[in-house]
């Protein structure tokens, strides 16, 4: 089965340019977590998905940040424009409310890093 | 606020011997903890867990404990080995958030 897949893996951009990243959550996953990890720091949540609304985006910084799920699949995140604090690991997870440990997975992360 | 914390950013155990992690929580809704293991470059990767009704399980060489009245979670690898080299995140659950802590780095000389 494959796991929850994210692309790219790496980014390099300059600040104030846009970036968007990508995740296709585990088949059948119905909720799914954008996160950002910080060096040194564990994951942050930004923005929490329910299918396709989001229930949880208090941490998102909506002024730069946004994010959508078409049809309750895949999902994108973008940021436009980029600054340099935007540096980090940005974490894509999937889970299912009726499996043992919730079926919590994540993705390999896209390593962003603003110049 | 960190709900979930983990106060000791490394470890280093010898192969053989006994890893034991810790992790702290504030929130006394927390039904459910996990740990993870993360190797760089990788997103992290489920390892055990444990319910709040619960005060231990063991999946092999992990082990992990609840201790509910001192709000403490910890994993124990015995024996440990190099390959358990890795940062270890713990994870506590209330409705469907998840609240991870900072991270243990645990390095195994062989």
């Known amino acids: 089965e494959a796991g929850v897949v994210q692309s790219p893996r790496y980014k390099i951009i300059e600040k104030k340019q846009p970036v968007a990243f990508w995740c296709n959550p585990i088949s059948g996953h119905n909720t799914l977590y954008w996160y950002r990890q910080n060096l040194g720091q564990g994951p942050e949540l930004l923005i929490r998905y329910e299918n396709e609304e989001a229930v949880d985006d208090s941490q998102l910084p909506k002024d730069r940040f946004s994010a959508e799920r078409l049809k309750g699949v895949d999902s994108t995140l973008k940021i436009q424009p980029a600054e340099l604090g935007d540096s980090a690991v940005y974490l894509c997870?999937?889970?299912?409310?009726?499996?043992?440990?919730?079926?919590?997975?994540f993705g390999s992360g896209t390593r962003l890093t603003v110049v | 606020d960190q709900q979930v914390k983990q106060n000791s950013p490394s470890l280093s155990v010898q192969e053989g011997r006994i890893s034991i992690l810790n992790c702290d929580y504030t929130n006394s809704m927390f039904d459910y903890f996990l740990w993870y293991k993360k190797y760089p470059a990788e997103g992290p990767t489920f390892l055990i867990s444990?319910?709040?009704?619960?005060d231990k399980n063991e999946d092999g060489r992990f082990t992990v404990f609840l201790n509910k009245s001192a709000k403490h979670l910890s994993l124990h690898i015995v024996p440990s080995q190099p390959g358990d080299s890795a940062v270890y995140f713990c994870?506590?659950?209330?409705?469907?958030?998840?609240?991870f802590g900072t991270g243990t780095s645990l390095t195994v000389i062989p």
């Open positions: 997870a999937s889970s299912l409310w009726d499996t043992e440990n919730y079926g919590y997975t």
């Open positions: 444990i319910s709040s009704i619960k």
């Open positions: 994870a506590a659950r209330t409705g469907n958030q998840f609240y």
